[in-house]
């Protein structure tokens, strides 16, 4: 492996750790954002933490963002679909491929990315008051 290559698997093997400590800092018994449910959040989060420990730095190779992943509408969170996040969902499905603008769920969805990213902020933001 060059040093080059080296060092990009580096800086996103710590953008995923950064990621994860966000979704770690939200707290798992209080909705997150409006379109999230108390009874199915403890799941999403934890299905986010699996995605990032099986696949975080494959995504961030295939090109994924914390918005593309996490995204929530900055003023309507979940409840807007085009700018909610590949994993923001009310059943995390585990993934099955991951490619540069699509993921494949086991339950045959795919994800191809938002279509309002300009509305969209990472959700760890939205529950911060849109800091961070």
Known sequence: MSAALAYALGLEAETVAIWRREIELIDSYKIPCPGQSWRHWPRVQAGMLLFLDDWGVAAIEAGWTDIG???????????????????????????????????HFVNGLVDRGLTNPAESIPLWSFVNGGRR
């Open 69 to 103: 992943l996490f995204g929530v509408h900055r003023r309507m969170g979940a409840v807007r679909a085009d700018s909610t996040g590949a994993l923001v969902t009310f059943t995390p499905y585990q993934v099955e491929a991951l490619a540069s603008g699509e993921i």
